[in-house]
Each structure stands twice: as C-alpha cells, then as structure tokens.
C-alpha cells in the first residue's frame, strides 16, 4: 500500500510509514494547539514528495495560511503551488481571486461541487480542510458528517489524502469518538499540565492498522513539529566519555571543566532529526553523586555512559541502583566501541545483569569520537519515554 509520509518520524513509525493514499485523518485537537501547523508539515512532506496541494479554509483568508508558513524554516516555493478552495471571502462578503471559491457562505451543496472539482482536477494530492469544527458549528454535526462520507468517496477515488481539523471546546472524549468513527486515522493533539507545566501531546487513536497508543511529547519549532523532551540526563563513572557523548550529538553543547575534566556539569541541546532535547551531563567522581538528585527534576530519562575499555562495571552497577530508584527510563551507552578491544554491548548487559540489574535494560554501542550510535542510542531511550515497544 503506497502511503503519504507525514514528515513528522514518530508519527511515521506509529502508522507505518506513512498515511495511506487515499484516506481520511482526523486531527483532533483541545484549544490552543496548532492544529493547522501538524497539517501543514504533512502538507509539505507530501509537495517535496511530488503529490499536489488543497486547502480548504473557511476560518482564515488563504494569504494568512501563507503568512503563517512563511515564518517557519519550510521551502516557500513549495506552498506557492497549493491550490486554496476559499469557503472565507464570501463570510465577510469579500471577491476571492482563488480559482476555487464558494460564494454562499456555508452551503454544504455548494462547497461539496466545489471540493469535488478541485479533488478532479489535483489528483494524487494531500488536502487539508481548516476548519471542520468551524463547519460543525455552523451546520450541525449530523448534517456535517453526512456531507465528509461524499468527499472522502471523491478524494478516494482521486488518490487525494484528506486532513480534517476539529478543535473541541468541549474536549469530551465521546465527541472525538463519534466523530472520529468516520475516519481512516484518528489523530489526537492534547495540552497536559505535569508538575505546573503544560505539555504538548500527540497520539494516533485510530488507523487501519493496529497501533500503539503512545503519547508523543512535541513542540511547534522553527522547523515545524518536533518530538520535544525538555530534560534527559547524562551520567556514569568518571572518563567515560559522557561530555564527549554531549557533544557528539548535540547540535550545540557547553562544558565546564578543568584540564579536560567536567568539573561542574555539561549542557547540549539537539535540534536534529525531528527531535529537540535538552541534555544535561553530571560529573563521574562519587563526591558529585548528590547532583543527579539535583538536576534529576522533571528528567525525561537518563543515559548512563560506560567506557567500554574500561566498563569499572562496580561503579556502573553503584550508579545504576542509585538512578534506578527514581524509576525513570534509562539506557547505557557502551561507549569507545571504535577502540580494538572494547567490550561488545551485550557483553555489557550480562555483566551488568549477572550483579542484579534488571534484564531488560537496553545497552546500545556508541563511540563519542565518530558519533556511530550516538543518535541510535537517543531514539532508543526516546521510545523508552513514549513507551513504544518493539516486538
């Protein structure tokens, strides 16, 4: 089955790869959330893709959906080419220079001719429709719904991928349920405040194929959507290599130290990837042992950083029990796997094992000086937070 990539990696693995061609997606969202950038990105990974563009708007004017990407680090050139079905200039009793207009303000026949001509006529395209709530609101659900079954049909035909945006004011689960029943996909966008602190989520609800119900962290960035975790923790035993691991991945990093020692902590930031994280790194000496209690406050997860050359397993274990308590998700880098002689990961594990550590700890071979790994590594412990399994 040929699919729509979403340019958002996550997203991508939870659907497989991609939406399918030809369906319909729900992106269901509580107030306040950017709905429309989510649609967007997945708008612009299906033009870099060769697919065509429709947006259907009755919210906004099309030149604010412009103005809006234009202040992204996305290709203009690229938005240039979407064709706008404007249901916004007849509201305010406006002309539109759109080639795909309505000109009776919220005339489901109306815009029903309309989005069939521009579905026939941009085949093989990615559609979003901005607002579906606004729709609702206006029409009526029941009247709506039953008007979305004869566009999903033409768009299906048309090899057209349809987004729909609906921003619930009532943020009832059973609206999302009864509306997202007419969808392929069912995407949802929530707000939750943890520890005085609003976070953003995505998860897929619903897909043709069965689908882990994972709440993503994201954040809307310079680059559109991007997985987002605000705290992980680097640590482990003294010349492991945890600054130069800090710096290997992150997109720019700090260290403060003393003749190449970390003498206070290091901090990275990696903006690569559809990820944006923030790392912060510990000393290894056991009189600094009482800053992962400092800095483990709102931490995401922790890596602990080994030298495969020289594993000082007993200080990994002592390191290992003492960040375990906090029941945060945790993965150890073997790291110098580049070095001849260096100790394989699953070596690693077992000896971790054999001296009481939990037998599902992930172990993930990296070298700080060529960077193999590294990121590998970070998208292990990423799946570990989300709790994504992997069969």
């Not at 290709?75 to 007849?90: M, P, R």
């Not at 990696?270 to 790194?281: K, Y």
């Not at 950083?305 to 990994?316: G, K, L, T, Y």
Request: net charge neutral; aromatic share 8%; proline share 3%.
């Amino acid at each position: 089955m040929a699919v729509v990539p979403t340019g958002i990696g996550k997203l991508d693995e939870l659907v497989g790869g991609g939406l399918e061609k030809g369906s319909s997606a729900l992106i269901h969202m509580t107030p306040g959330l950017e709905g429309a950038t989510f649609a967007q990105q997945i708008l612009l990974e299906g033009l870099k893709n060769g697919l065509g563009g429709i947006y259907v708007v009755n919210n906004k004017a099309p030149a604010s959906v412009l103005d809006a990407t234009l202040q992204l680090n996305w290709n203009a050139k690229l938005f240039g080419k979407v064709k706008f079905v404007d249901c916004f200039s007849s509201t305010l009793g406006q002309a539109s220079d759109e080639k795909y207009v309505t000109k009776t303000p919220w005339d489901l026949k109306e815009l029903d001719m309309v989005i069939a001509k521009a579905v026939k006529e941009n085949r093989e395209a990615v559609l979003v429709f901005d607002s579906l709530s606004t729709l609702v609101e206006r029409k009526g659900e029941k009247e709506v719904m039953a008007a979305i079954k004869g566009w999903k049909d033409s768009a299906k035909k048309m090899n057209v991928t349809a987004l729909y945006l609906f921003t619930d004011w009532s943020e009832k689960r059973d609206v999302f349920n009864r509306i997202a029943g007419a969808f392929d996909y069912g995407i949802m966008l929530k707000a939750v405040e943890e520890k005085m602190l609003l976070r953003n989520y995505f998860s897929v609800e619903k897909a043709p194929t069965k689908v882990q119900k994972v709440a993503v962290p994201f954040k809307i960035g310079p680059d559109g959507v991007a997985i987002y975790v605000p705290k992980i923790l680097v640590t482990g035993p003294f010349h492991a290599g945890k600054s130069s691991f800090i710096h290997a991945i992150s997109t720019r990093a700090v260290s403060v130290d003393r003749m190449g020692t970390t003498i206070a902590l290091d901090h990275g930031y990696v903006d690569r990837g559809g990820m944006s994280i923030d790392l912060f790194g510990t000393p290894g000496q056991e009189r600094f042992t009482f800053m992962i209690d400092i800095l483990n406050r709102d931490v995401f997860g922790i890596i602990l950083v080994v030298d495969s050359m020289n594993p000082e397993i007993e200080r990994a274990v002592e390191m290992l029990k003492y960040v375990e308590r906090y029941g945060i998700p945790l993965v150890v880098a073997a790291n110098k796997q580049d070095v001849k002689g260096a100790m394989k990961p699953q070596d690693m594990k077992n000896e971790l094992v054999k001296r009481g550590i939990v037998k599902d700890i992930s172990v993930v071979g990296t070298s700080a000086a060529t960077k193999e790994g590294c990121i590998e590594l970070v998208n292990v412990l990423m799946d570990a937070i989300i709790g994504v399994k992997h069969a």
